[in-house]
T-cell receptor, first 113, second 116 residues
Framework: KAGVTQTPRYLIKTRGQQVTLSCSPI?????VSWYQQTPGQGLQFLFE???????NKGNFPGRFSGRQFSNSRSEMNVSTLELGDSALYLC????????????FGPGTRLLVL | AQKITQTQPGMFVQEKEAVTLDCTYD???????LFWYKQPSSGEMIFLIY??????QNATEGRYSLNFQKARKSANLVISASQLGDSAMYFC?????????????FGTGTSLTVIP
């Protein structure tokens, strides 16, 4: 079974631009979560989606948004990029929203110049 | 207060020896899950082991075991027979189950170096 895939793997943007990251979960998994990882803040939860609905959101500004499609694929969007948005963005999928294990994708490394 | 605390920024272990990575957590919810992940330099987070708050037995997965002490809110990872490929960052994480959705918290990680 294929793992979680994320595209693109690397991205360079400039301040003020917007970016969209994509995540395809493991087949059959309906829950997708997003995380931001930076050297200073570590791993921080962004949001969780299940059945096309955002279930919960971490403490991030409204510039960070996401959505989930009927096939469980998810996208994350960051508008008006700031230098501090440079990070590794990780997506994780699980079967549902109970206590099942999450499986992570390889991440998208975003550099904002 | 920190939800997940990993007090060991770096650890060294001799190849073939066992090592314990510490993790304490803070929650008032009765239902939660605890996880350990490994992150090599490539960046991908690799799931190692999971322990549910209602599980009576300590979780084990091959060379990995989780020493779950609920009253002490401790979930230490034990790696037996360390291998050179075990050198990586290790993160302890908690998932709080809420009506509105789940909240996830990660520790700051422990960098493990296996010495030949």
């Amino acid at each position: 079974k294929a793992g979680v895939t994320q595209t693109p793997r690397y991205l360079i943007k400039t301040r003020g631009q917007q970016v969209t990251l994509s995540c395809s979960p493991i087949s059959g998994h309906r829950s997708v979560s997003w995380y931001q990882q930076t050297p200073g803040q570590g791993l921080q939860f962004l949001f969780e989606y299940f059945s096309e609905t955002q279930r919960n959101k971490g403490n991030f500004p409204g510039r960070f948004s996401g959505r989930q499609f009927s096939n469980s694929r998810s996208e994350m969007n960051v508008s008006t990029l700031e230098l501090g948005d440079s990070a590794l963005y990780l997506c994780a999928s699980s079967l549902s929203v109970s206590q099942e294990t999450q499986y992570f994708g390889p991440g998208t490394r975003l550099l904002v110049l | 207060a920190q939800k997940i605390t990993q007090t060991q920024p770096g650890m060294f272990v001799q190849e073939k020896e066992a090592v314990t990575l510490d993790c304490t957590y803070d929650t008032s919810d009765p239902s939660y899950g605890l996880f350990w992940y490994k992150q090599p330099s490539s960046g991908e987070m690799i799931f190692l082991i999971y322990q549910g708050s209602y599980d009576q037995q300590n979780a084990t997965e091959g060379r990995y075991s989780l020493n779950f002490q609920k009253a002490r809110k401790s979930a230490n990872l034990v790696i037996s027979a360390s291998q050179l490929g075990d050198s990586a960052m290790y993160f302890c994480a908690m998932r709080e189950i809420m009506n509105t959705g789940n909240q996830f918290y990660f520790g700051t990680g422990t960098s493990l170096t296996v010495i030949p």
